[in-house]
């Protein structure tokens, strides 16, 4: 059986500063790994995928996350954010069965 | 862009009427899902096909049921519906060809039941 566990349920963070959203997974075989944001009143887009090679992966809005095979985690960061960056973020696996397991999700909120 | 449907956005219905939530996707996967999803919360997987006269339930118990007749369409139904039923419904579709393995969501319905 798989898990996803996003530890943070909400992030407020000034505008212009870094975030970090915490993903953590746990899974007896190989997983692919995805980060999706959700803006209200939508359905889920996807930010980013890992699914073998580099272990930095990187979205076109500057948003990247990095796997961790040993501590099992796929965080991910944004060195500078903007009040558009304000959603929820929901981070998720599948393997083989090509069931995806959501975790919780994290709030994200920019302020001014 | 993910060509995948749901209609309605939104539904208001009374309790004990029947509706039928739509998905349909122009991108012929074969993998299609149904998520219910709270406010603030976390997206449940009720409903997932594999293909065409293939359904099978998902890890939330829910008292919708799903059909497959088509590829492209993959239609909840609730037979009687209940207050306890007022959530949003997610449909995705997946492929899994090549480094295509993430789902594509639609809008989504956000169901209430008075």
């Known amino acids: 059986a798989q898990s996803v566990t996003q530890l943070d349920s909400q992030v407020p963070v000034f505008e212009e500063a870094p975030v970090e959203l915490r993903c953590n997974y746990s899974?007896?075989?190989?997983?692919?790994l995805f980060w999706y944001v959700q803006y209200p009143n939508q359905g889920l887009q996807l930010l980013l995928k890992?699914?073998?090679?580099?272990?930095l992966v990187e979205s076109i809005n500057g948003f990247e996350a990095e796997f961790n095979k040993s501590q099992t985690s796929f965080h991910l960061r944004k060195p500078s954010v903007h009040i558009s960056d304000t959603a929820e973020y929901f981070c998720?696996?599948?393997?083989?069965?090509?069931?995806?397991?959501f975790g919780t999700g994290t709030r994200l909120k920019v302020l001014a | 862009e993910a060509d995948i449907y749901q209609t309605p956005r939104y539904l208001v219905i009374g309790t004990g009427k029947k509706i039928t939530l739509e998905c349909s996707q122009t991108?012929?996967?074969?993998?299609m899902y149904w998520y219910q999803q709270d406010p603030g919360m976390e997206l449940h997987l009720i409903h997932y096909?594999?293909?065409?006269?293939?359904?099978e339930k998902g890890d939330l118990s829910s008292e919708s049921t799903v059909s497959r007749i088509r590829t492209e369409h993959f239609p909840l139904t609730l037979e009687s519906a209940r207050p306890s039923h007022t959530s949003q419904y997610l449909c995705?579709?997946?492929?899994?060809?090549?480094?295509?393995?993430?789902?594509?969501f639609g809008q989504g319905t956000r169901l209430t039941v008075v």
């Open positions: 995705a579709s997946s492929e899994h060809k090549g480094r295509s393995t993430e789902a594509f």
């Open positions: 899974s007896s075989v190989s997983v692919y």
């Open positions: 890992y699914l073998s090679g580099s272990t």
């Open positions: 998720a696996v599948t393997s083989g069965t090509y069931k995806y397991i």
């Open positions: 991108m012929g996967h074969d993998k």
């Open positions: 096909s594999y293909g065409v006269n293939s359904t």
